[in-house]
């Protein structure tokens, strides 16, 4: 059994920053791909940023020069540095793990909340 847990989000201004962090726990010693997703009211999921477990990352283009995404190997821990927030990054975020098994695991979520 694999649980994800995440913290770090709240409500800040536009233009502030926050850090994400989703904890791997469990029955997996090592992810191959770990990253986040973030879903909207009233929009599909989507993709933010991925990174891999030998570090090529992926992020969204409407983030890119605002996110940044680590890991923590020895941790199994997962990071989304987010600076320049803006309203329409509102969302919940969610910590998405793939296993050197190509399974898929999930967190619960973490709500983002940018003001204007």
């Known amino acids: 059994q694999v649980q994800l847990v995440e913290s770090g989000g709240g409500l800040v201004q536009a233009g502030g920053s926050l850090r994400l962090s989703c904890a791997a726990s469990g029955s997996i010693f090592k992810f191959n791909i770990m990253g986040w997703y973030r879903q909207a009211p009233g929009k599909e999921r989507e993709l933010v940023a991925q990174?891999?477990?030998?570090?090529?990352?992926n992020l969204a283009d409407s983030v890119k020069g605002r996110f940044t995404i680590t890991r923590d190997n020895a941790k199994n821990t997962v990071y989304l540095q987010m600076n320049s927030l803006k309203p329409e990054d509102t969302a919940v975020y969610y910590c998405?793990?793939?296993?050197?098994?190509?399974?898929?695991?999930w967190g619960q979520g973490t709500q983002v909340t940018v003001s204007s």
């Open positions: 998405h793990c793939v296993s050197l098994g190509q399974n898929d695991y």
């Open positions: 990174i891999s477990s030998y570090g090529p990352t």
